[in-house]
């Protein structure tokens, strides 16, 4: 699945209707450079699952749980992950058990370990307010 | 002597009462939700049902690993959070000798599986029998290949165990003609294996400040940090 975002707005709408796709149990592993747009998309990704968290970049805090709504959604930021031991330590596979959503910005940091079935969503900038957005998947 | 002993360290979540050896009560679960939420009312409601206070707890123990990295700090924690309050020791458990435990007195090998995701498991190798239980290897993360191999030219039935039991069952089963499952309720961690342990000798009681995880290194991650030494090596 392919598109092509003009602005923000655009993004977060898209990520909303996207959202509607999603079951329980999903992997979304994220790709795209710095600024392109991940965390854009996880606000209306958030949104389209009917939660009504405040979203933000886990930079710091490596993972956030939104559960106030129908599917719980955790957004993880791998930016800083270096290897499997530092992955471990997020709970990122305790994770995996659960029954929400994952979406992994910075999750070229933890390709070995994406389980099978794993959606990839690719965000390229194309110009200032362009972005190219592809999604790739069994079901997409 | 009264011991109390909880288990979050992997899929399931469980707790029990025994006394002087004699198991009181346990209680089990294996949903999907949080442990971090079911644990302490479970621990309640044991006590509650077989009408024991939980000030009449002498000991308690606890699986301390290998296991989910989230699971086994909620046990600790909730351990250590009693122990402390009550002025209690405790103990920690493996992960791995208490799931052993499910087959105790049992002529046979068992060989407990925890999927470590990415290829590979923690584990050990048991042997049971007449005194019980005991240990032939140390605990270890393995690559699911190596951990196979380890189990060839076994010349009794292994009894695989741990939430990584069907998994690997399914895997090896074609290779090693030797492979059982046991009953699903001998499969996963149970409190009433880890009190059982914890009653034995050679675990002895400790302050809940000196209560740890003990994760271990995963090969993967191993083969990271050599990679990492080795590049360092090569600037200088
Ligand atoms: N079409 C577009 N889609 C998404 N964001 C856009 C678009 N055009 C411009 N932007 C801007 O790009 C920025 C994207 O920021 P965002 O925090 O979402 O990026 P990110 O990929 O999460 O970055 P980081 O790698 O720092 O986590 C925002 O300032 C946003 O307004
Ligand atoms: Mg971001």
Redesign the interface.
């Known amino acids: 699945m392919e598109y092509l975002s003009h602005s923000t707005e655009q993004t977060e709408e898209f990520a909303r209707q996207f959202a509607a796709q999603l079951r329980p149990g999903d992997v979304v592993a994220c790709r795209g450079g710095m600024g392109a747009g991940k965390t854009a998309f996880a606000r209306g990704l958030a949104r389209g699952l009917g939660l009504t968290d405040r979203v933000s970049s886990p930079t710091f805090a490596l993972v956030q749980e939104y559960t106030h709504g129908n599917i719980p959604l955790y957004h993880f930021d791998m930016y800083r992950i ?4 530092s992955l ?4 990122f ?2 994770y ?4 929400g959503v994952l979406y992994i910005e910075w999750s070229e940091n933890i390709q ?2 994406l ?1 099978p079935g794993t959606i990839t969503l690719t965000i390229q900038p194309v110009d200032e307010e362009t972005r190219k957005i592809t999604i790739e998947g069994d079901r997409f | 002597m009264k011991i109390l002993a909880i288990d979050t360290s992997s ?1 399931s979540a469980s707790c029990a009462l025994s006394d002087d050896g004699k198991l009181l009560g346990e209680f089990y679960e294996n949903v ?1 939700l ?1 442990h971090s939420q079911t644990i302490l009312p479970m621990v309640q409601q044991l006590l509650a049902t077989v009408r024991v206070p939980l000030d009449q707890v002498d000991l308690l123990a606890v699986t301390n690993g290998p296991g ?4 086994l700090r909620i046990g600790l924690s909730a351990v250590k959070g009693m122990a402390h309050a009550l002025g209690k020791p405790c103990v920690g458990i493996s992960t791995l000798e208490a799931l052993a435990m499910n087959l105790w007195g049992q002529d046979c090998l068992v060989a407990p599986v925890l999927d ?3 290829a590979q498991v923690y584990t050990a190798l048991f042997q049971g029998g007449p005194q019980g239980i005991h240990r032939l290897r140390e605990d270890a993360a393995l690559p699911l290949d190596q951990a196979e191999e380890g189990l060839k030219n076994a010349e009794l039935p292994v009894f695989l165990v741990g939430d990584g039991a069907q998994m690997c069952y399914n895997r090896w089963k074609e290779h090693l003609p030797q492979l059982r499952l046991p009953a699903p309720a001998l499969q996963y961690t149970r409190a009433a294996a880890v009190a059982l342990a914890a009653g034995l000798p050679g675990h002895p009681p400790v302050e809940p400040q000196a209560l740890a995880p003990a ?1 271990l ?2 090969p ?2 191993e083969r ?2 050599l990679a ?1 030494q080795a590049q360092i090596e090569t600037r200088r």
């Open positions: 270096n290897g499997l031991d471990y330590s997020t709970g596979f305790d995996l058990e659960g029954e070995d370990a389980p | 899929q999907k949080t989910s990295f989230t699971g470590a995701r990415c994760y290194r995963l993967q991650a990271e940090l990492r």
